[in-house]
Every structure is written in C-alpha cells, then in structure tokens.
C-alpha cells in the first residue's frame, strides 16, 4: 500500500471530482428527461432529487466526503424545494412557501450532515456497507490482532 501522502491527496481529490462529474451529469440527465418526456417541472425536478440520493451514496461508497457533503446539500435543497412545489402545485413558490423551503433544506441538511459526519456507525451507513462495515486499516489491524492472539493461544 502506497503510504505517499502526496499521492493519497490526488487521489482523494480524483474520487470527489469524479463523484462530482458523475452526480451532475445524471441530474441533468434526469432533468432533461423529466422535461423532454414528461414535459413537466415536477418530473425533472424529481429526477434531480433522485440524481442526488444516488449522488449522495456514491460518494459514501468511494469514501469521497467532500463530494458527499455538498451532494447532500443538494439534496436537502432540491427535497425541501420539490415538497413545497408539489404541496403549492406551482413552479416557483413565493413567499411563505419560500420561507418553508429554506426551513425545510435547513433541518434536512443538518440531519444529512448528521449521519455523514457521526463516526460510529449510523443505520444509514450500516444499510448502505452492511452490518459489519469497518475501515480498510481498522479491517486489517483486527485481523493482524485475531492472528497474532491464535498464535499466542497455539504457543501456551
């Protein structure tokens, strides 16, 4: 394993990129395909918000945390703003609906930054890498750990 902590920062920054370029370009796919076929605001904001759930897991799964971060505040964003259009029936929601968007984008992207930021394992994380997710080193040290106490059982 490469321990070059210049090359581990490329790398780290390649992931975020790519999950970045990857997240972008299925929302606007999905929203022209809301808008080309369905040919209404609310398929292609839907489409938006599902490019940003995906966007979201991707990033949790390539350990990119930057790119999981501002995914998720683009998610809690497009959630908040989807659910009053839909409630109001309208595109562009003025006023109070509005404010309702912004308090809305508020509480889910803390609650996002919540569950991406704990460092135990939240239901989240345990749904998305299963039950018995652990670091890659924290993931070797045990087995180096478990191997070491064998021998030292097998020796006594």
């Known amino acids: 394993m490469n321990k070059n902590p210049e090359v581990s920062v490329v790398r ?6 790519i999950v970045l370029a990857l997240s972008w370009l299925a929302a606007f796919a999905a929203v022209q395909f809301g808008t080309q076929v369905f040919g209404g605001w609310f398929a292609s904001h839907l489409g938006q918000t599902v490019a940003c759930v995906i966007g979201v897991l991707l990033a949790l799964r390539v350990a990119a945390k930057f790119a999981a971060y501002l995914i998720a505040g683009m998610l809690a ?4 703003e989807l659910l009053v259009h839909a409630y109001y ?20 992207g803390v609650v996002l930054g919540a569950l991406l930021g704990s460092n135990g394992n939240t239901i989240a994380k345990a749904r998305l890498f299963g039950e018995n997710s652990q670091p890659v080193e924290a993931a070797s040290s045990t087995a180096e750990s478990s191997t070491q106490r064998a021998i030292e059982v097998a020796r006594a």
């Open 12 to 17: 780290s920054i390649s992931r975020n990129l």
């Open 77 to 80: 964003f497009s959630v908040s």
């Open 89 to 108: 029936g309208i595109r562009a929601a003025q006023g109070a609906p509005t404010h309702f968007a912004v308090m809305g984008a508020g509480v889910v």
